[in-house]
Antibody, heavy 120, light 108 residues
Framework: QVQLVESGGGVVQPGGSLRLSCAAS????????MHWVRQAPGKGLEWVAF????????YYADSVKGRFSISRDSSKNTLYLQMSSLRVEDTAVYYC?????????????WGQGTLVTVSS | EIVLTQSPGTLSLSPGEGATLSCRAS???????LAWYQQKPGQAPRLLMY???NRATGIPDRFSGSGSGTDFTLSISRLEPEDFALYYC?????????FGGGTKVEIK
């Protein structure tokens, strides 16, 4: 069965950096696009970033463009989100999600999330 | 950016009753690109419907979806205790991918 396990969350000061990881198993990682989606405490869902199945194209929400970078390592079946210049408003649970297809569609499976808190 | 507006914000119903949740888009969305998710407290969202009317694997047939253009609906025919949760619609036809604000279905 599909499993997505996020890690790397924690408390960081404004302006700091953090790298999130998502270990994927139960499917052929190289066949599917992957996303990061976040949810601020008590708020709704916000799509953050997407990378195509082969890493060839990456897309970002305007709110994180230039500060966050999504990548994937097919040798480790792992998705990453490098976050820098973090702001208080980046505080959220970050979910990795498997796309239903290679080039981007809906979020087929979700991990359990990792909490990022940006606070001084 | 396509803005999705869900209504009502909260639906208070009793088990066994039917529920109708609305999702309205600020511009036309091909129904192929409209999905619904369910989220329970402390859990990750779960895919319910894709292509507006296709149930995801394992989703019971009391859930159904419909709509086209700018108006979409998620219906639950007879609410079971496990159906009381938050529901989000989402479009993936245009970047950025966007979600509605959610409808909470609570026990009356």
């Amino acid at each position: 069965q599909v499993q997505l396990v996020e890690s790397g969350g924690g408390v960081v000061q404004p302006g700091g950096s953090l790298r999130l990881s998502c270990a994927a198993s139960g499917f052929t990682f190289t066949n599917y696009g992957m996303h990061w989606v976040r949810q601020a405490p008590g708020k709704g869902l916000e799509w953050v970033a997407f990378v195509r199945f082969d890493g060839s194209n990456k897309y970002y929400a305007d709110s994180v463009k230039g500060r966050f970078s999504i990548s994937r390592d097919s040798s480790k079946n792992t998705l990453y989100l490098q976050m820098s210049s973090l702001r208080v408003e980046d505080t959220a649970v970050y979910y990795c999600a498997k796309d239903a297809r290679r080039f981007g569609s809906y979020f087929h499976y979700w991990g359990q999330g990792t909490l990022v808190t940006v606070s001084s | 950016e396509i803005v999705l507006t869900q209504s009502p914000g909260t639906l208070s119903l009793s088990p066994g009753e039917g529920a109708t949740l609305s999702c309205r888009a600020s511009q036309s969305v091909n129904s192929t690109f409209l999905a619904w998710y369910q989220q329970k407290p402390g859990q990750a969202p779960r895919l319910l419907m894709y292509g507006a009317s296709n149930r995801a694997t394992g989703i019971p047939d009391r859930f159904s979806g419909s709509g086209s253009g700018t108006d979409f609906t998620l219906s639950i025919s007879r609410l079971e205790p496990e159906d009381f949760a938050l529901y989000y619609c989402q479009q993936h036809g245009r970047s950025p991918l966007t979600f509605g604000g959610g409808t909470k279905v609570e026990i009356k």
